[in-house]
Protein backbone atom coordinates (compact mmCIF):
# COMPACT_ATOMS: atom_id res chain seq x y z
CA UNK A 1 0.00 0.00 0.00
CA UNK A 2 1.63 3.40 -0.82
CA UNK A 3 2.11 5.92 1.89
CA UNK A 4 1.20 8.94 1.00
CA UNK A 5 1.55 12.15 2.35
CA UNK A 6 0.06 12.50 5.41
CA UNK A 7 -2.34 15.78 5.26
CA UNK A 8 -3.40 14.29 1.60
CA UNK A 9 -4.88 11.35 3.73
CA UNK A 10 -6.57 12.83 6.08
CA UNK A 11 -8.23 15.22 3.87
CA UNK A 12 -9.05 12.35 1.89
CA UNK A 13 -10.43 10.66 4.86
CA UNK A 14 -12.59 13.86 6.01
CA UNK A 15 -13.79 14.05 2.05
CA UNK A 16 -15.21 10.46 2.09
CA UNK A 17 -16.78 10.76 5.60
CA UNK A 18 -18.53 14.30 4.23
CA UNK A 19 -19.76 12.10 1.05
CA UNK A 20 -20.88 9.54 2.77
CA UNK A 21 -23.30 11.52 5.19
CA UNK A 22 -24.10 13.77 2.37
CA UNK A 23 -24.88 10.88 0.24
CA UNK A 24 -26.64 8.62 2.86
CA UNK A 25 -29.17 11.15 3.63
CA UNK A 26 -29.83 12.37 -0.36
CA UNK A 27 -30.86 9.21 -0.92
CA UNK A 28 -32.91 8.05 2.18
CA UNK A 29 -35.08 11.46 1.93
CA UNK A 30 -36.38 11.08 -1.31
CA UNK A 31 -37.37 7.84 -0.17
CA UNK A 32 -39.16 9.37 2.47
CA UNK A 33 -41.04 11.69 0.40
CA UNK A 34 -42.74 8.85 -1.25
CA UNK A 35 -43.86 7.99 1.83
CA UNK A 36 -45.10 11.94 2.42
CA UNK A 37 -46.80 11.44 -1.02
CA UNK A 38 -49.24 9.09 -0.27
CA UNK A 39 -49.92 10.31 2.58
CA UNK A 40 -50.96 13.48 1.36
CA UNK A 41 -52.66 12.11 -1.41
CA UNK A 42 -54.85 9.49 0.27
CA UNK A 43 -55.59 11.54 4.18
CA UNK A 44 -58.33 13.69 2.36
CA UNK A 45 -60.33 10.20 1.58
CA UNK A 46 -60.22 8.94 5.16
CA UNK A 47 -63.11 9.34 7.36
CA UNK A 48 -65.15 7.05 9.56
CA UNK A 49 -67.30 6.11 6.80
CA UNK A 50 -64.16 5.08 4.78
CA UNK A 51 -63.57 2.22 7.46
CA UNK A 52 -67.81 1.05 7.17
CA UNK A 53 -69.26 1.83 4.26
CA UNK A 54 -68.71 -0.05 0.71
CA UNK A 55 -66.57 1.62 -2.31
CA UNK A 56 -69.17 3.48 -4.32
CA UNK A 57 -69.88 2.98 -7.85
CA UNK A 58 -67.29 5.82 -10.38
CA UNK A 59 -68.90 9.13 -10.08
CA UNK A 60 -69.86 9.30 -6.52
CA UNK A 61 -68.09 10.50 -4.30
CA UNK A 62 -67.04 9.49 -0.67
CA UNK A 63 -67.84 5.49 -0.34
CA UNK A 64 -65.50 2.91 1.83
CA UNK A 65 -63.39 0.40 1.78
CA UNK A 66 -64.82 -1.51 4.18
CA UNK A 67 -65.51 -5.67 2.35
CA UNK A 68 -61.32 -5.36 1.88
CA UNK A 69 -60.34 -4.22 5.44
CA UNK A 70 -62.88 -7.62 6.51
CA UNK A 71 -61.49 -9.42 3.93
CA UNK A 72 -57.74 -8.44 4.72
CA UNK A 73 -58.65 -9.30 8.57
CA UNK A 74 -60.16 -12.49 7.46
CA UNK A 75 -57.25 -13.55 5.39
CA UNK A 76 -54.91 -12.95 7.97
CA UNK A 77 -56.54 -14.75 10.74
CA UNK A 78 -57.33 -18.00 8.70
CA UNK A 79 -53.71 -18.00 7.38
CA UNK A 80 -52.05 -17.32 10.58
CA UNK A 81 -54.22 -20.35 12.09
CA UNK A 82 -52.92 -22.68 9.01
CA UNK A 83 -49.22 -21.57 9.00
CA UNK A 84 -48.21 -21.32 12.90
CA UNK A 85 -49.27 -25.12 14.00
CA UNK A 86 -46.34 -26.35 11.35
CA UNK A 87 -44.23 -23.50 11.24
CA UNK A 88 -43.53 -23.60 15.15
CA UNK A 89 -43.16 -27.28 15.20
CA UNK A 90 -40.78 -26.93 12.38
CA UNK A 91 -38.84 -24.32 14.39
CA UNK A 92 -38.66 -26.66 17.43
CA UNK A 93 -37.32 -29.63 15.04
CA UNK A 94 -34.58 -27.31 13.67
CA UNK A 95 -33.67 -26.43 16.55
CA UNK A 96 -33.44 -29.87 18.23
CA UNK A 97 -31.48 -31.35 15.55
CA UNK A 98 -29.40 -29.60 14.58
CA UNK A 99 -26.88 -31.45 12.24
CA UNK A 100 -28.67 -34.60 11.01
CA UNK A 101 -28.80 -35.44 6.76
CA UNK A 102 -32.49 -35.20 7.49
CA UNK A 103 -32.55 -31.61 9.21
CA UNK A 104 -30.15 -30.03 6.66
CA UNK A 105 -32.34 -30.86 4.35
CA UNK A 106 -34.94 -29.69 5.76
CA UNK A 107 -33.55 -26.32 6.50
CA UNK A 108 -32.48 -26.23 2.15
CA UNK A 109 -36.00 -26.66 1.83
CA UNK A 110 -37.14 -23.64 4.11
CA UNK A 111 -34.91 -21.63 2.31
CA UNK A 112 -36.19 -22.59 -1.06
CA UNK A 113 -39.24 -21.86 0.07
CA UNK A 114 -38.58 -18.46 1.27
CA UNK A 115 -37.28 -17.93 -1.93
CA UNK A 116 -40.34 -18.78 -4.34
CA UNK A 117 -41.67 -15.33 -5.95
CA UNK A 118 -44.91 -14.74 -4.42
CA UNK A 119 -46.73 -15.16 -7.97
CA UNK A 120 -45.27 -18.68 -8.35
CA UNK A 121 -47.20 -19.64 -4.94
CA UNK A 122 -50.61 -18.25 -6.27
CA UNK A 123 -50.53 -19.95 -9.46
CA UNK A 124 -49.48 -23.43 -6.99
CA UNK A 125 -52.41 -22.61 -5.11
CA UNK A 126 -54.93 -22.19 -8.27
CA UNK A 127 -53.18 -25.57 -9.02
CA UNK A 128 -53.93 -27.22 -5.65
CA UNK A 129 -57.11 -25.78 -4.24
CA UNK A 130 -59.07 -23.21 -6.88
CA UNK A 131 -58.85 -25.58 -10.00
CA UNK A 132 -60.09 -28.79 -7.83
CA UNK A 133 -63.37 -26.46 -5.64
CA UNK A 134 -63.97 -24.78 -9.22
CA UNK A 135 -64.16 -21.13 -7.30
CA UNK A 136 -61.91 -18.82 -6.03
CA UNK A 137 -62.30 -18.79 -2.46
CA UNK A 138 -60.78 -16.80 0.61
CA UNK A 139 -59.68 -20.15 2.00
CA UNK A 140 -57.25 -20.62 -1.15
CA UNK A 141 -55.79 -17.38 -0.47
CA UNK A 142 -54.94 -17.78 2.98
CA UNK A 143 -53.51 -20.87 2.36
CA UNK A 144 -51.15 -18.90 -0.43
CA UNK A 145 -50.44 -16.73 2.33
CA UNK A 146 -49.56 -19.50 4.61
CA UNK A 147 -46.96 -20.58 2.38
CA UNK A 148 -45.48 -17.73 2.44
CA UNK A 149 -45.45 -17.46 6.17
CA UNK A 150 -44.10 -20.64 6.93
CA UNK A 151 -40.93 -20.22 5.80
CA UNK A 152 -40.54 -17.10 8.46
CA UNK A 153 -41.98 -18.27 11.02
CA UNK A 154 -40.38 -21.41 11.55
CA UNK A 155 -36.42 -19.70 10.97
CA UNK A 156 -37.68 -17.45 13.70
CA UNK A 157 -38.56 -20.16 16.03
CA UNK A 158 -35.38 -22.11 14.97
CA UNK A 159 -33.17 -19.22 15.67
CA UNK A 160 -34.96 -18.30 19.32
CA UNK A 161 -34.70 -21.58 20.47
CA UNK A 162 -31.36 -22.09 19.34
CA UNK A 163 -30.00 -19.13 21.70
CA UNK A 164 -32.09 -20.93 24.68
CA UNK A 165 -28.39 -23.03 26.37
CA UNK A 166 -28.43 -26.39 26.62
CA UNK A 167 -28.14 -26.34 30.20
CA UNK A 168 -31.59 -25.74 30.82
CA UNK A 169 -32.97 -28.14 28.61
CA UNK A 170 -30.57 -30.77 30.67
CA UNK A 171 -31.25 -29.29 34.02
CA UNK A 172 -35.12 -30.07 33.38
CA UNK A 173 -34.39 -33.43 32.02
CA UNK A 174 -32.22 -34.34 34.87
CA UNK A 175 -35.38 -33.51 36.77
CA UNK A 176 -37.20 -36.29 35.60
CA UNK A 177 -39.38 -34.18 33.29
CA UNK A 178 -40.04 -35.90 29.81
CA UNK A 179 -38.94 -34.60 26.61
CA UNK A 180 -41.87 -33.45 25.35
CA UNK A 181 -42.67 -31.38 28.29
CA UNK A 182 -39.29 -30.00 28.92
CA UNK A 183 -39.82 -28.31 25.16
CA UNK A 184 -43.41 -27.36 25.80
CA UNK A 185 -43.26 -26.64 29.65
CA UNK A 186 -39.89 -25.20 29.73
CA UNK A 187 -37.95 -24.56 26.23
CA UNK A 188 -41.11 -23.04 24.23
CA UNK A 189 -42.10 -20.36 27.43
CA UNK A 190 -38.39 -19.19 27.31
CA UNK A 191 -38.51 -18.53 23.57
CA UNK A 192 -42.53 -17.22 23.60
CA UNK A 193 -40.96 -13.74 23.01
CA UNK A 194 -39.18 -14.36 19.40
CA UNK A 195 -41.42 -16.83 18.67
CA UNK A 196 -44.13 -14.30 18.63
CA UNK A 197 -41.93 -11.95 17.00
CA UNK A 198 -41.45 -14.16 13.96
CA UNK A 199 -45.59 -14.56 14.19
CA UNK A 200 -46.40 -10.77 14.12
CA UNK A 201 -43.42 -9.85 10.91
CA UNK A 202 -44.56 -12.94 9.32
CA UNK A 203 -47.96 -11.55 9.33
CA UNK A 204 -47.05 -7.73 8.09
CA UNK A 205 -44.96 -9.27 5.19
CA UNK A 206 -47.66 -11.41 4.05
CA UNK A 207 -50.59 -8.36 4.80
CA UNK A 208 -49.82 -6.54 1.69
CA UNK A 209 -48.88 -9.48 -0.50
CA UNK A 210 -51.40 -9.01 -4.16
CA UNK A 211 -49.72 -11.78 -6.30
CA UNK A 212 -50.56 -14.30 -4.70
CA UNK A 213 -54.50 -13.58 -4.09
CA UNK A 214 -54.77 -12.86 -7.48
CA UNK A 215 -55.88 -16.17 -9.09
CA UNK A 216 -56.80 -17.15 -5.43
CA UNK A 217 -58.97 -14.57 -2.78
CA UNK A 218 -59.54 -12.84 -6.42
CA UNK A 219 -60.97 -10.00 -4.77
CA UNK A 220 -65.13 -8.95 -4.21
CA UNK A 221 -66.78 -5.71 -4.43
CA UNK A 222 -69.21 -6.86 -1.23
CA UNK A 223 -68.17 -7.90 2.18
CA UNK A 224 -67.56 -11.69 2.57
CA UNK A 225 -67.92 -13.56 5.68
CA UNK A 226 -67.68 -16.81 3.99
CA UNK A 227 -63.82 -18.23 3.33
CA UNK A 228 -65.12 -20.46 0.70
CA UNK A 229 -66.29 -17.35 -0.98
CA UNK A 230 -63.65 -14.94 -3.15
CA UNK A 231 -63.31 -11.96 -1.17
CA UNK A 232 -61.14 -8.40 -1.00
CA UNK A 233 -58.08 -7.38 0.39
CA UNK A 234 -56.42 -3.78 0.92
CA UNK A 235 -53.90 -4.65 -1.50
CA UNK A 236 -56.14 -6.47 -4.21
CA UNK A 237 -58.24 -2.74 -3.87
CA UNK A 238 -55.11 -0.59 -4.38
CA UNK A 239 -54.34 -3.13 -7.61
CA UNK A 240 -57.83 -2.83 -8.95
CA UNK A 241 -58.84 0.51 -8.50
CA UNK A 242 -54.73 2.17 -9.50
CA UNK A 243 -55.77 0.67 -12.63
CA UNK A 244 -58.63 1.86 -12.99
CA UNK A 245 -59.57 5.31 -15.02
CA UNK A 246 -61.40 7.02 -12.15
CA UNK A 247 -60.52 9.89 -9.96
CA UNK A 248 -62.70 8.47 -7.60
CA UNK A 249 -61.32 5.30 -7.06
CA UNK A 250 -57.79 6.60 -7.27
CA UNK A 251 -58.63 8.43 -3.75
CA UNK A 252 -59.68 5.17 -2.08
CA UNK A 253 -56.72 3.42 -3.38
CA UNK A 254 -54.52 6.06 -2.00
CA UNK A 255 -56.29 6.18 0.97
CA UNK A 256 -56.43 2.39 1.60
CA UNK A 257 -52.58 2.50 0.80
CA UNK A 258 -52.60 4.82 4.04
CA UNK A 259 -54.66 1.88 5.99
CA UNK A 260 -52.13 -0.62 4.98
CA UNK A 261 -49.27 1.08 5.70
CA UNK A 262 -50.46 1.82 9.23
CA UNK A 263 -51.27 -1.81 9.31
CA UNK A 264 -47.72 -2.30 8.87
CA UNK A 265 -46.14 -0.25 10.41
CA UNK A 266 -47.68 -0.78 13.58
CA UNK A 267 -47.50 -4.81 13.50
CA UNK A 268 -43.31 -4.07 13.08
CA UNK A 269 -43.58 -1.40 15.84
CA UNK A 270 -45.72 -4.13 18.30
CA UNK A 271 -43.21 -6.78 17.32
CA UNK A 272 -39.88 -4.14 18.40
CA UNK A 273 -41.45 -3.84 21.94
CA UNK A 274 -42.40 -7.21 22.65
CA UNK A 275 -38.76 -8.26 21.17
CA UNK A 276 -37.52 -5.06 23.93
CA UNK A 277 -39.64 -5.82 26.52
CA UNK A 278 -39.22 -9.58 27.14
CA UNK A 279 -35.78 -9.70 25.62
CA UNK A 280 -35.07 -13.91 25.08
CA UNK A 281 -31.68 -13.35 27.06
CA UNK A 282 -29.36 -16.02 28.61
CA UNK B 1 -46.68 -46.98 39.88
CA UNK B 2 -43.53 -45.80 39.08
CA UNK B 3 -43.37 -47.81 35.28
CA UNK B 4 -46.15 -46.54 34.38
CA UNK B 5 -45.85 -43.49 34.67
CA UNK B 6 -42.02 -44.21 33.15
CA UNK B 7 -44.08 -45.26 30.76
CA UNK B 8 -46.38 -43.04 30.04
CA UNK B 9 -43.86 -40.46 29.19
CA UNK B 10 -41.87 -42.16 26.93
CA UNK B 11 -45.34 -42.90 25.01
CA UNK B 12 -45.43 -38.88 25.26
CA UNK B 13 -41.72 -38.43 24.10
CA UNK B 14 -42.74 -41.36 21.00
CA UNK B 15 -45.41 -39.27 19.86
CA UNK B 16 -43.74 -35.77 20.08
CA UNK B 17 -40.80 -36.85 18.29
CA UNK B 18 -42.88 -38.20 15.77
CA UNK B 19 -45.12 -34.80 15.25
CA UNK B 20 -42.01 -32.98 15.00
CA UNK B 21 -40.58 -35.44 12.50
CA UNK B 22 -44.03 -35.21 10.60
CA UNK B 23 -43.95 -31.37 10.24
CA UNK B 24 -40.26 -31.89 8.61
CA UNK B 25 -41.67 -34.31 6.43
CA UNK B 26 -44.28 -32.21 5.67
CA UNK B 27 -42.22 -29.10 4.33
CA UNK B 28 -40.25 -31.80 2.43
CA UNK B 29 -43.61 -32.99 0.85
CA UNK B 30 -44.65 -29.25 0.33
CA UNK B 31 -41.55 -28.55 -1.57
CA UNK B 32 -41.67 -31.85 -3.66
CA UNK B 33 -45.42 -31.38 -4.27
CA UNK B 34 -44.03 -27.08 -5.77
CA UNK B 35 -41.42 -28.94 -8.06
CA UNK B 36 -43.92 -31.69 -9.07
CA UNK B 37 -46.87 -29.63 -9.53
CA UNK B 38 -44.93 -26.86 -11.31
CA UNK B 39 -43.51 -29.64 -13.74
CA UNK B 40 -46.93 -31.76 -14.12
CA UNK B 41 -48.98 -28.42 -15.19
CA UNK B 42 -45.83 -27.34 -17.87
CA UNK B 43 -45.61 -30.89 -19.32
CA UNK B 44 -47.67 -30.08 -22.00
CA UNK B 45 -45.59 -27.11 -23.00
CA UNK B 46 -42.23 -28.25 -22.44
CA UNK B 47 -43.02 -31.20 -24.46
CA UNK B 48 -44.08 -28.87 -27.24
CA UNK B 49 -41.63 -26.51 -27.48
CA UNK B 50 -38.95 -28.06 -26.03
CA UNK B 51 -35.88 -25.42 -25.92
CA UNK B 52 -37.99 -23.55 -28.05
CA UNK B 53 -39.89 -22.14 -25.57
CA UNK B 54 -37.00 -20.17 -24.10
CA UNK B 55 -35.59 -18.90 -27.41
CA UNK B 56 -38.38 -17.82 -29.85
CA UNK B 57 -39.58 -14.72 -29.49
CA UNK B 58 -43.08 -14.78 -30.33
CA UNK B 59 -46.07 -14.86 -27.70
CA UNK B 60 -49.01 -15.21 -29.38
CA UNK B 61 -51.93 -17.03 -27.54
CA UNK B 62 -54.04 -16.54 -30.66
CA UNK B 63 -51.67 -18.66 -32.64
CA UNK B 64 -50.84 -20.82 -30.30
CA UNK B 65 -47.37 -19.90 -30.32
CA UNK B 66 -45.38 -19.16 -27.14
CA UNK B 67 -41.93 -18.41 -26.63
CA UNK B 68 -39.97 -16.64 -23.35
CA UNK B 69 -37.60 -14.46 -24.65
CA UNK B 70 -38.58 -11.26 -24.74
CA UNK B 71 -40.22 -11.83 -21.19
CA UNK B 72 -36.58 -13.01 -20.08
CA UNK B 73 -34.89 -10.37 -21.23
CA UNK B 74 -37.21 -8.07 -19.66
CA UNK B 75 -36.97 -9.76 -16.54
CA UNK B 76 -33.37 -9.34 -16.52
CA UNK B 77 -32.64 -6.00 -17.68
CA UNK B 78 -35.19 -4.95 -15.17
CA UNK B 79 -32.74 -6.52 -12.31
CA UNK B 80 -29.60 -5.72 -13.25
CA UNK B 81 -30.40 -2.36 -14.10
CA UNK B 82 -32.22 -2.27 -10.72
CA UNK B 83 -28.92 -3.71 -9.32
CA UNK B 84 -26.81 -1.31 -10.86
CA UNK B 85 -28.71 1.55 -9.21
CA UNK B 86 -29.29 0.62 -5.83
CA UNK B 87 -25.90 -1.06 -5.33
CA UNK B 88 -24.18 2.25 -4.45
CA UNK B 89 -26.93 3.76 -2.75
CA UNK B 90 -27.21 0.71 -0.31
CA UNK B 91 -23.49 0.30 -0.02
CA UNK B 92 -23.73 4.39 1.00
CA UNK B 93 -26.43 3.38 3.37
CA UNK B 94 -24.79 0.45 4.72
CA UNK B 95 -21.33 2.30 5.45
CA UNK B 96 -23.36 4.91 6.80
CA UNK B 97 -25.25 3.08 9.52
CA UNK B 98 -21.99 0.09 9.67
CA UNK B 99 -19.14 2.31 10.00
CA UNK B 100 -19.69 6.15 10.56
CA UNK B 101 -22.77 6.11 12.92
CA UNK B 102 -22.85 2.66 14.94
CA UNK B 103 -25.06 4.16 17.59
CA UNK B 104 -26.99 7.73 18.80
CA UNK B 105 -29.50 9.59 16.78
CA UNK B 106 -27.96 9.44 13.32
CA UNK B 107 -27.77 5.23 13.13
CA UNK B 108 -31.75 5.43 15.20
CA UNK B 109 -32.89 7.47 12.21
CA UNK B 110 -31.23 6.01 9.41
CA UNK B 111 -31.80 2.30 10.10
CA UNK B 112 -36.16 3.38 11.15
CA UNK B 113 -36.10 4.86 7.53
CA UNK B 114 -34.49 1.69 6.12
CA UNK B 115 -36.66 -0.54 8.19
CA UNK B 116 -40.08 2.05 7.10
CA UNK B 117 -39.18 2.08 3.72
CA UNK B 118 -38.47 -1.85 3.48
CA UNK B 119 -42.38 -2.39 5.40
CA UNK B 120 -43.82 -0.74 2.59
CA UNK B 121 -45.81 -3.40 0.54
CA UNK B 122 -44.55 -3.40 -3.23
CA UNK B 123 -48.21 -2.80 -4.31
CA UNK B 124 -48.03 0.69 -2.87
CA UNK B 125 -44.13 0.99 -4.56
CA UNK B 126 -45.98 0.17 -8.22
CA UNK B 127 -48.96 2.52 -7.39
CA UNK B 128 -46.58 5.57 -6.25
CA UNK B 129 -44.55 4.79 -9.60
CA UNK B 130 -47.33 4.89 -11.56
CA UNK B 131 -48.62 8.08 -10.91
CA UNK B 132 -45.50 9.96 -10.04
CA UNK B 133 -42.57 8.25 -11.85
CA UNK B 134 -44.20 7.92 -14.87
CA UNK B 135 -45.32 11.42 -15.68
CA UNK B 136 -41.92 12.65 -14.34
CA UNK B 137 -40.02 9.29 -16.59
CA UNK B 138 -42.32 10.59 -19.81
CA UNK B 139 -41.33 14.41 -19.33
CA UNK B 140 -37.42 13.58 -19.15
CA UNK B 141 -38.46 11.36 -22.74
CA UNK B 142 -39.89 14.59 -24.24
CA UNK B 143 -37.03 16.04 -23.48
CA UNK B 144 -34.96 13.81 -24.94
CA UNK B 145 -36.65 13.17 -27.72
CA UNK B 146 -37.38 9.62 -26.86
CA UNK B 147 -40.92 8.08 -27.55
CA UNK B 148 -42.57 9.08 -24.47
CA UNK B 149 -44.26 6.15 -23.14
CA UNK B 150 -43.40 7.05 -19.38
CA UNK B 151 -44.01 3.25 -18.48
CA UNK B 152 -40.81 1.32 -19.15
CA UNK B 153 -37.95 -1.06 -18.56
CA UNK B 154 -36.19 1.59 -17.21
CA UNK B 155 -39.24 2.99 -15.28
CA UNK B 156 -39.79 -0.27 -13.62
CA UNK B 157 -35.99 -0.40 -12.66
CA UNK B 158 -35.89 2.52 -11.20
CA UNK B 159 -39.41 0.94 -8.51
CA UNK B 160 -37.73 -2.09 -8.39
CA UNK B 161 -34.09 -0.15 -7.18
CA UNK B 162 -35.94 1.53 -4.77
CA UNK B 163 -37.60 -1.29 -3.33
CA UNK B 164 -34.63 -3.67 -3.11
CA UNK B 165 -32.41 -0.91 -1.56
CA UNK B 166 -33.76 -1.55 1.96
CA UNK B 167 -32.92 -4.88 1.88
CA UNK B 168 -29.74 -5.18 0.39
CA UNK B 169 -28.58 -2.43 2.82
CA UNK B 170 -29.85 -3.99 6.35
CA UNK B 171 -27.97 -7.33 4.58
CA UNK B 172 -25.11 -5.12 3.92
CA UNK B 173 -24.80 -3.94 7.53
CA UNK B 174 -25.56 -7.11 9.31
CA UNK B 175 -22.09 -8.11 7.29
CA UNK B 176 -19.58 -5.41 8.18
CA UNK B 177 -21.12 -6.00 11.43
CA UNK B 178 -19.39 -9.24 11.58
CA UNK B 179 -16.25 -7.62 10.18
CA UNK B 180 -13.59 -8.81 13.57
CA UNK B 181 -12.36 -5.55 15.42
CA UNK B 182 -9.37 -6.70 16.32
CA UNK B 183 -8.32 -6.65 12.45
CA UNK B 184 -9.91 -2.63 11.93
CA UNK B 185 -7.97 -1.88 15.27
CA UNK B 186 -5.29 -3.46 13.91
CA UNK B 187 -5.14 -1.27 10.50
CA UNK B 188 -5.98 2.04 13.14
CA UNK B 189 -2.52 1.61 15.22
CA UNK B 190 -0.68 1.10 12.04
CA UNK B 191 -1.98 4.70 11.03
CA UNK B 192 -4.23 3.88 8.76
CA UNK B 193 -6.98 6.43 8.57
CA UNK B 194 -10.88 5.46 8.24
CA UNK B 195 -11.02 5.96 4.69
CA UNK B 196 -8.58 3.69 4.43
CA UNK B 197 -9.60 1.16 7.44
CA UNK B 198 -12.55 0.91 5.52
CA UNK B 199 -11.64 0.26 1.83
CA UNK B 200 -9.02 -1.99 2.68
CA UNK B 201 -10.17 -3.84 5.91
CA UNK B 202 -14.01 -3.60 6.40
CA UNK B 203 -15.00 -3.86 2.61
CA UNK B 204 -12.48 -6.41 1.33
CA UNK B 205 -13.11 -8.61 4.22
CA UNK B 206 -16.83 -8.70 3.73
CA UNK B 207 -16.43 -8.93 0.15
CA UNK B 208 -17.88 -12.14 -0.48
CA UNK B 209 -21.14 -11.58 2.46
CA UNK B 210 -21.62 -8.60 0.45
CA UNK B 211 -21.55 -10.71 -2.98
CA UNK B 212 -24.08 -12.48 -0.92
CA UNK B 213 -26.36 -9.56 -0.50
CA UNK B 214 -26.36 -8.56 -4.01
CA UNK B 215 -27.32 -11.90 -4.95
CA UNK B 216 -29.79 -11.85 -2.96
CA UNK B 217 -31.24 -8.82 -3.84
CA UNK B 218 -31.39 -9.76 -7.20
CA UNK B 219 -33.03 -13.00 -6.55
CA UNK B 220 -35.87 -10.65 -5.05
CA UNK B 221 -36.14 -8.17 -8.27
CA UNK B 222 -36.33 -11.46 -10.34
CA UNK B 223 -39.74 -12.57 -8.52
CA UNK B 224 -40.96 -9.46 -8.08
CA UNK B 225 -44.40 -8.93 -9.59
CA UNK B 226 -47.05 -6.63 -9.17
CA UNK B 227 -44.65 -3.32 -8.93
CA UNK B 228 -43.43 -3.95 -11.87
CA UNK B 229 -46.53 -4.96 -13.62
CA UNK B 230 -48.11 -1.72 -13.14
CA UNK B 231 -45.11 0.15 -14.39
CA UNK B 232 -43.38 -1.95 -16.97
CA UNK B 233 -46.15 -1.01 -19.53
CA UNK B 234 -46.63 -5.33 -20.17
CA UNK B 235 -45.46 -5.30 -24.10
CA UNK B 236 -44.96 -9.35 -25.41
CA UNK B 237 -43.00 -7.84 -28.13
CA UNK B 238 -38.95 -7.76 -27.70
CA UNK B 239 -37.71 -4.53 -25.62
CA UNK B 240 -36.78 -2.23 -28.67
CA UNK B 241 -34.93 0.32 -25.90
CA UNK B 242 -34.71 0.27 -21.93
CA UNK B 243 -36.49 3.00 -22.19
CA UNK B 244 -39.35 1.76 -24.15
CA UNK B 245 -42.44 -0.56 -22.61
CA UNK B 246 -41.32 -4.35 -21.45
CA UNK B 247 -42.69 -7.19 -20.03
CA UNK B 248 -41.07 -9.60 -16.90
CA UNK B 249 -42.26 -13.25 -16.25
CA UNK B 250 -43.65 -13.07 -13.18
CA UNK B 251 -45.99 -10.25 -14.87
CA UNK B 252 -46.62 -11.91 -17.43
CA UNK B 253 -48.17 -14.34 -14.90
CA UNK B 254 -49.73 -11.93 -13.47
CA UNK B 255 -51.21 -10.47 -16.41
CA UNK B 256 -52.57 -13.73 -18.28
CA UNK B 257 -53.27 -16.56 -16.11
CA UNK B 258 -57.13 -15.53 -15.81
CA UNK B 259 -57.07 -15.25 -19.32
CA UNK B 260 -55.75 -18.90 -19.76
CA UNK B 261 -58.65 -20.12 -22.34
CA UNK B 262 -56.63 -23.40 -22.92
CA UNK B 263 -54.63 -25.73 -21.94
CA UNK B 264 -51.53 -24.94 -23.74
CA UNK B 265 -51.84 -21.69 -23.18
CA UNK B 266 -52.13 -22.27 -19.46
CA UNK B 267 -49.40 -24.85 -19.50
CA UNK B 268 -47.01 -22.07 -20.99
CA UNK B 269 -47.47 -20.11 -18.28
CA UNK B 270 -46.87 -22.83 -15.69
CA UNK B 271 -43.42 -23.73 -17.34
CA UNK B 272 -42.73 -19.84 -17.13
CA UNK B 273 -43.37 -20.13 -13.17
CA UNK B 274 -41.35 -23.29 -13.82
CA UNK B 275 -38.44 -21.14 -14.66
CA UNK B 276 -39.03 -18.48 -12.68
CA UNK B 277 -38.72 -20.97 -9.61
CA UNK B 278 -35.65 -23.16 -10.55
CA UNK B 279 -33.91 -19.51 -10.88
CA UNK B 280 -34.52 -18.26 -7.87
CA UNK B 281 -34.26 -20.92 -5.51
CA UNK B 282 -30.94 -21.30 -7.23
CA UNK B 283 -30.00 -17.70 -6.78
CA UNK B 284 -31.31 -18.02 -3.42
CA UNK B 285 -29.50 -21.11 -1.97
CA UNK B 286 -26.10 -20.03 -3.81
CA UNK B 287 -26.71 -16.78 -2.09
CA UNK B 288 -27.11 -18.37 1.27
CA UNK B 289 -23.92 -21.02 1.19
CA UNK B 290 -22.00 -17.60 0.45
CA UNK B 291 -23.18 -15.95 3.86
CA UNK B 292 -22.70 -19.37 5.73
CA UNK B 293 -19.25 -19.56 4.58
CA UNK B 294 -18.23 -15.73 5.55
CA UNK B 295 -20.43 -15.96 9.11
CA UNK B 296 -18.58 -19.00 9.80
CA UNK B 297 -15.51 -17.44 8.37
CA UNK B 298 -15.52 -14.42 11.04
CA UNK B 299 -16.07 -16.94 13.98
Do not use: C
Request: net charge neutral.
Amino acid sequence: MKAGNISYRIVKDKIFKYFIIVAAISSALPLLFILYYIVSNGISAISWGFFFELPKPPGEIGGGISNALIGTIILIVTSSAIAIPPAVLLGIYLSESRNSMVSNLVRNAVEVMQGIPSIVVGILVYAWVVEPSGSFSTLSGAIALAIMMLPIISKSTEETLRMIPHYILEASLALGVPYYKTILRVILPSGLSGILTGIIISISRIAGETAPLLFTAFGNPFINWDITEPSNSLPLLIFNYAGSPYKEWHALAWGASIVLIAIVLLLNIISKIISKKWEVKF
Amino acid sequence: MINKLAMNSFSGDQSFKFILLSSAAFILMLVAGIVITLYYYSSLSLSTFGLEFITGSTWDPVSGEYGILPFLIGTLLTSIIALVISFPLSLIITIFIGEYFTTGMPNTLMRGAVELLAGIPSIIYGFWGLFVLVPIVREFQILFDIAPYGVGIFTSAIVLAIMIIPYSASIGYEVIGLVPKELKEAAYSLGATRYEVIKNVTLSYSGSGITAGVLLSFGRALGETMAVTMVIGNSNLLPGSIFGPGNTMASLIANEFTEAANELYLSALFETGLILFIVTAVINILGKIIIKKFVSGTK
